[in-house]
């Protein structure tokens, strides 16, 4: 089937600096790719839908200038949480559709862990 | 509010047991998947149902979506140790693969 990596898998890093995760579509080249977030024995919270060559959308709720995300290439896409505080720690997790076929399933990433100290 | 509402939140059942785990929604659904996840991985995809009655089974899982296409259940069947896990439905109400996801209901399974 087709794979999605996430790196790293697991970040630590300082108050109020920023933290780069990457999302790569290994097979496969997807146009759209979600980024969730998950909270402790909680469901995921779609963030926001990331689309190649433009603007991500945001759900309502999301700050865009907190969680800013790129998708420079039809395999790549990068969530940057900037100024991350204690709060923003969770698991982030990916997930891309295949551009070819975009009405089967979303692929989902291993996703990371960040821990914000 | 939340949207997809999954029950059991949790179970507990011993090997060899059968189990339903249910997701309903208040709106109609353009789609339905199913996925497990073990805590702090990826998840995992089992099923996805789009029309309504539809039913699709693999292994010992079954899923099963009903005609309004509003409540979908999964059923294992002869439940074993690596069943164990978070079980999460997700709703696609727009038909571009956006998921909104279940509350999710963690199973574990007995010896």
């Known amino acids: 089937g087709a794979v999605v990596s996430q790196h790293p898998s697991r970040v630590i890093c300082k108050s109020g600096t920023s933290v780069k995760i990457e999302c790569r579509s290994l097979d496969f080249q997807a146009t759209t790719m979600f980024w969730y977030r998950q909270f402790p024995k909680k469901s995921l919270m779609l963030m926001a839908t990331?689309?190649?060559?433009?603007?991500?959308?945001?759900e309502q709720g999301v700050e865009k200038d907190k969680f800013l995300i790129n998708h420079a290439s039809l395999t790549l896409s990068t969530l940057t949480v900037t100024s991350a505080h204690p709060e923003d720690s969770s698991f982030y997790i990916c997930s891309a559709l295949d551009r070819v076929l975009p009405n089967t399933e979303a692929f989902f990433g291993q996703g990371t862990r960040l821990t914000v100290v | 509010s939340q949207e997809l509402e999954q029950s059991p939140q949790s179970l507990i059942v011993q090997e060899g047991k059968n189990l339903t785990i249910n997701c309903t929604s208040s709106?109609?659904?353009?789609?339905l998947y199913w996925y497990k996840q073990k805590y702090g991985e990826g998840l995992i995809f089992l099923m996805m149902l789009q029309k309504g009655g539809e039913e699709k089974s693999h292994e010992k899982i079954t899923a099963k979506l009903d005609e309004k296409k509003q409540q979908s259940s999964l059923h294992i069947t002869a439940s074993q140790p690596s069943h164990a896990g978070i079980y999460l439905c997700g709703a696609d109400k727009g038909g571009g693969n956006k998921l909104t996801f279940g509350t999710g209901t963690q199973l574990k399974v007995e010896l």
């Open positions: 990331s689309n190649e060559g433009s603007k991500a959308t945001y």
């Open positions: 709106k109609t659904l353009y789609g």
